[in-house]
């Protein structure tokens, strides 16, 4: 019976409902009450948000809950009581699915009007619970914390010397109008600080020296020096300690999965041999009936073709060992069987001898490079057009040339697959995804050409296609034409070093989910905690502002005059897209100055401990996971010797 | 006669003259025509350059050349003459200066107003030329090229796709008022390639999607989407490459080092070896006559504690081994004789117990510890008087306090590196690296304000020196006072996780020499073309504007408004400080656009390919240096024993 509860917990249908479940909470807080759901972010522009109902996103929330709940208990159920009171994430799940409880009935009861939801808070917990990567990557993490800690130490012990310096060098200026670098930058010991680690992001290199650099080119050393430690030496010694913790991480999270994998298929060939023995074989002679095998596969889960090729290789396998039909065990029967990935079904068979050599034409590879240069034609096509447009002014424009050629081109690209499939059959066709992709992208395009010429009529002279909404239909078209590009993608492997980095690209999109729930993860909780605290806070400025910004008056490079005013944590997208500005580092001094007027000196400290958490430390784990990726694919030789000895 | 000459060539003197006629042809930089020595490089404040008379900098110039001409000849002698054919450095040596020569008779007929100076531009040569490591490290570039060349297409597609894309996006756009993307960062083609290729290196983040962002949060996913793909990824994909190239690179450089030391060592040994074994000894006693080693050490350069310690040590081992007095050969021999480094001249002997027990006190590291403790009160005492001043005015302050603990300390310290002469004696006090940097720091700090009690009188209230140039004499003083704070840097290799970091510094700091010449060569070479292409091209903003700056009618964040005016290429120094500034990579969108309004669309190739010269390659090399050289600090036991295997 537990066994049964274990193969259906973990079976996709469960787990598939578990992953919606989670997403499905977590996108809750798009529609909960600073709703998402306005046109633009903009203080000055946007219309007020819609409310959502008290009660509805509660609603599906308990449900999500009730979910957890269940998951919760099956999972307690499987561990047994012993082992749960040892595991720290199942009990801390409990902890977490209690707290969203009470508060979801504490909101209830006020309907919904309580100042703070702490579940808000909780809810990225669910989803790094959820994954065993992101588990391990969160622990590996802080095995490095100490070695970061001391870089840390050191940054900051070079922050504050330099700032004592550079105050000790400023300070003493004369005080006549051109003493604006001790005005401006450092005034007092928290200006001077925030100028300083601003400067070791390199988000205001040049401004901040040149008031000093203007008087005396020597002043010009000090920033140099700054920059050149803090931010060239100490900022990669940090990438490294993080990267030099992280090296065997990968190696071993793939070690282990390949050992598992390899455990599973030696144990299912013991038992495949075990009931095959009492049969009465020679002892001897160690091996599986072709029979049972084939019994197995029948059952599997497997794409049909490869379920196909299998048996044909196990029927054809058969006779071949001498003693008396048994597969050969280990490694030598495994890898014949496991190396028919590549297979394709076979070619429809025509009698007429004008289809066959019909079929030879079109099947042959040299098909492929006329489509992919007619592709590359109409992308030029498109290029041209671009440039001549980009001079007239948008309401003059004539497309019908480009309409026409437009028409043409899916035309072509739709005989182009008739042919195909005509070529391999429409199962061979299928086969290879970038024939899926390319007859998908026929087929969108086919709609969205048939929904253009219905729209708007066929091309005439001085046909212009309306806007709707954010790009018109045809604009759209358009497009979806130009993804035609990755067409080109397909030319790659046949390249030795792009093959490597391909395949890099590959490896990583593996790896990806645990750093991208990572990720999620902290946008999640740094956004909610600052929707918390600066909700409101940047207010629009007075006046009719939407049509003549009357910024004239606001000094250069602040946030007013740079109309950074959809930055704000208004709602949950916004935050996020705020959050992506500042985690990109550049320019963030303004973020920085504005939300220290708004809100007051206080927020710095969010702004900056964002900064570590983001572009310090996730990017640097990043650049690990690429580095990591990238000399696995590059070396394998290091990375296999190991693998091998794991095996013995 | 070839192995005198070789043994005179690669003397010290030798090659420190060498070293020295580089730097000094390279530093000529700094004086020739458009010469450096103007107190700054503004072109709204600076007085017209010193021009240095014709002649000056020439006939240095030839004195340097004729050097390596004679360098030159000695090389092709050593090497002969099959070889020198052979070695394409020595080749191009050859012909840079028969060019160089060439040029300076033209530039010398010409009375030095010739337009332009090739010879300038290969000066670099002769660095590169010297160092065998920076030669490695290029040949290591050239290596990675292919590799990196094929990420520079994939960005290069990015790029392309992305801009399409972008003008696709925007240009519908409708044209009222608000139309603002289209007009400012997406106007024709190679305005939106710029605004993307700045936009990859986040120079521009916020501001770029601003415009469109406010109309319409969709807008930003195009950002983030190619920001993310860019940036994030194929940036770090280049990195990943450079690294994996560049692995290799440091473990078999050191490698080759210690094998050829070794090699050394053990071929030395052998000749003591053979001129010992015609004596006759014993054909089972492998070894040397520990009187020849004396013999020998006395003739090596070595330190006099060392070579103290070291003939002590061959006296002992001397009767140790039974086979008739000979040093037993290989490693066992060489360890404890190579393992004395530590060593410290004996303390000297006082006969009074007082002066014994004084002896003990201030010879222990308790006193370190004090000494410490008072270098902490006195950085305390100025970041405390640094934050009081900084409220007040310069004119207003009054350092009548801070003079008298300054005396105080100042004494304090003196005491100190007394006292400890007295404990350790002279010689034994200059052993320590830190007590030599203490008592150098303590002197140059008594010999300040000695002067500034001199100049400014004793302390009193209301006193306050005068400013002097960039700093007065007193200031001057407590910049020093703070150089103090590197006596803490002492205790860090206590810490284990910082000795790591620490020893990771210093293996850096020995290959940086390579690294930095590299820098140094395509600083000289860029700033060079630069002055060549922009001299003069920046030009004052017209009226009296060293008063009241000017700059309320340029648009925000342009060259004019921020002032960039002392970033120009008019003189060598200033030219270096430009290429800082586009190498630091943030706002270097201001000089593209500056220039290519002063000086043509087609200088934005020289800021992009100096950008992909040096904040590209160059800062992934060094991150590559710097991961390296921390992995084989952190992890000794993997690099360890390849060496290993080397030896055997």
């Not at 100042?115 to 669910?126: C, D, E, H, I, S």
């Not at 010009?220 to 430690?229: H, K």
Request: net charge positive.
């Amino acid at each position: 019976r537990s066994l049964w509860l274990y193969r259906r917990y973990y079976s996709n249908l469960c787990q598939r409902t578990l992953s919606f479940t989670i997403y499905l909470i977590l996108s809750l807080a798009f529609i909960e009450t600073p709703s998402s759901l306005s046109r633009t972010a903009d203080v000055r522009y946007r219309s007020p948000p819609w409310e959502p109902p008290c009660g509805l996103t509660e609603s599906v929330e308990v449900l999500c809950l009730l979910v957890f709940v269940a998951d919760l208990s099956v999972k307690g159920y499987l561990f047994g009581q012993a082992n749960f009171q040892k595991n720290l994430w199942l009990l801390g799940y409990l902890g977490v699915l209690v707290v969203s409880l009470i508060d979801w009935t504490v909101s209830m009861s006020l309907l919904c009007r309580e100042p703070l939801r702490v579940r808000r808070l909780l809810r990225p917990f669910f989803l790094l619970q959820n994954s065993s990567m992101m588990k391990k990557t969160l622990k590996c993490l802080r095995w490095s914390l100490p070695q970061m800690a001391s870089v840390g130490l050191l940054l900051a012990i070079h922050l504050c010397l330099f700032t004592m310096f550079g105050m000790l060098l400023f300070a003493g200026e004369k005080d006549d109008g051109q003493n604006r670098e001790r005005m401006t930058y450092f005034r007092n010991l928290p200006d001077a600080l925030t100028s300083l680690l601003v400067l070791l992001t390199t988000a205001n290199n040049p401004d901040v020296m040149i008031p000093a650099y203007s008087r005396n080119r020597a002043y010009a050393i000090f920033f140099i020096v700054f920059t050149l430690i803090g931010s060239l030496f100490l900022m990669n010694l940090l990438t490294a300690i993080i990267y030099s913790q992280f090296r065997g991480y990968l190696m071993q999270s793939l070690q282990t999965s390949l050992f598992r994998r390899r455990l599973g298929t030696r144990a299912a060939y013991e038992v495949l041999y075990s009931t095959s023995g009492d049969g009465g074989a020679s002892p001897r002679g160690v091996g599986v009936k072709p029979q049972n095998l084939l019994d197995v596969l029948q059952k599997v889960q497997l794409n049909s073709f490869h379920k196909q090729a299998l048996i044909e290789v196990a029927a054809s396998l058969a006779p071949a060992p001498a003693c008396s039909g048994l597969l050969p065990g280990g490694r030598v029967g495994q890898q014949p069987l496991f190396r028919t990935k590549d297979v394709h079904p076979p070619r429809p068979e025509y009698q007429s001898p004008f289809l066959q050599s019909a079929q030879f034409l079109f099947g042959h590879y040299y098909f492929d490079y006329l489509g992919n240069f007619v592709a590359l034609g109409n992308i030029v096509s498109i290029c041209v057009f671009l440039v001549l447009d980009a001079d007239v002014l948008p309401g003059d424009r004539d497309d019908f040339i480009l309409g026409i050629l437009n028409c043409i081109f899916i035309l072509y690209y739709l005989l182009e697959m008739l042919l195909k499939v005509f070529a391999l059959g429409l199962q061979g066709y299928l086969s290879y995804p970038s024939n899926v992709f390319d007859g998908l992208l026929t087929t969108v395009l086919l709609v969205l050409e048939m929904s253009t010429l219905a729209v708007y009529r066929f091309p005439h002279p001085g046909w212009r296609p309306q806007m709707q909404g954010l790009l018109s239909l045809w604009d759209m078209a358009r497009l979806l034409n130009m993804l035609i590009v990755f067409r080109f993608l397909r030319i790659i492997p046949n390249m030795k070093p792009m093959a490597v980095v391909a395949s890099t690209v590959l490896g990583l999109v593996q790896n990806m989910r645990a750093f991208g729930g990572i990720l999620v993860v902290v946008y999640y909780v740094f956004a909610i905690i600052g929707i918390n605290l600066f909700r409101g806070v940047i207010v629009a400025p007075p006046g009719n502002s939407s049509l003549a910004p009357a910024n004239g008056s606001a000094p250069c490079g602040s946030f007013e005059q740079l109309e950074y005013w959809a930055n704000n944590f208004d709602d949950f997208a916004a935050a996020l897209i705020t959050l992506w500005n500042v985690m990109v580092v550049n320019n963030w001094q303004v973020f920085l100055d504005a939300y220290q007027r708004y809100s007051g000196p206080w927020s710095k400290i969010y702004f900056v401990s964002w900064w570590l958490v983001s572009s310090v430390i996730w990017v640097n784990l990043f650049l690990a996971l690429i580095l990591e990726n990238f000399l696995h694919k590059w070396d394998p030789q290091s990375h296999l010797q190991p693998l091998a000895g794991t095996e013995e």
